[in-house]
């Protein structure tokens, strides 16, 4: 009858470790996708319309950074679409966009083709926007400004979102 060869108690110790490691990685990662998202919560919710004006604005504006805003709420039916716009860069303005939605898939809806800006003169569709996919998404849509714009001269402006679910019409503004 052969004789089983038992584990030596060292590889049994350093396989204890490694899953102890492995359990603390993913718990720590874990905490910090949760800080993240927790960071992401507007301060307002379920507003069709929304504005920044005033003395607020004018300082984010210099800052070269803009409040973010949503639309829309976590409910069936609906997308929650957050704007916040970057800046400009070569003469193109940044805006990323959070789309969450709970029961819909968002490759249908092209942001490119939904969405204008609006600078109370002219209006401006996207030269480009990542495609929305599943049903959590976020990317960037850019607008073509050239030298029309500086920072400095798209002191208010409003972006337009139309054609998705809920709420047919959504208009973020800056003033």
């Not at 942001?111 to 569709?125: E, I, K, Q, V, Y």
């Amino acid at each position: 009858m052969p004789l089983e060869r038992k584990q030596p108690m060292k590889d049994r110790s350093s396989a204890y470790i490694i899953i102890t490691a492995l359990f603390l990685m993913f718990s720590i990662l874990l905490v910090l996708q949760y800080r993240h998202m927790r960071a992401r919560v507007p301060i307002t919710e379920n507003v069709s319309s929304q504005h920044a004006s005033g003395p607020k604005a004018v300082q984010f504006l210099k800052k070269g950074t803009y409040p973010s805003f949503v639309s829309g709420v976590m409910e069936p039916g609906n997308i929650r679409l957050e704007l916040s716009p970057e800046g400009f860069e070569n003469g193109v303005f940044k805006v990323r966009y959070f789309a969450n939605a709970h029961d819909l898939i968002l490759d249908p809806y092209d942001l490119a083709l939904l969405t204008t800006l609006d600078d109370g003169n002219l209006r401006f569709t996207p030269s480009f926007s990542d495609k929305m996919k599943g049903h959590h998404d976020s990317g960037l849509i850019f607008f073509d400004l050239g030298k029309l714009h500086t920072p400095e001269s798209l002191a208010t402006f409003s972006i337009t979102v139309r054609q998705l679910p809920k709420e047919e019409v959504r208009v973020f503004s800056w003033e």
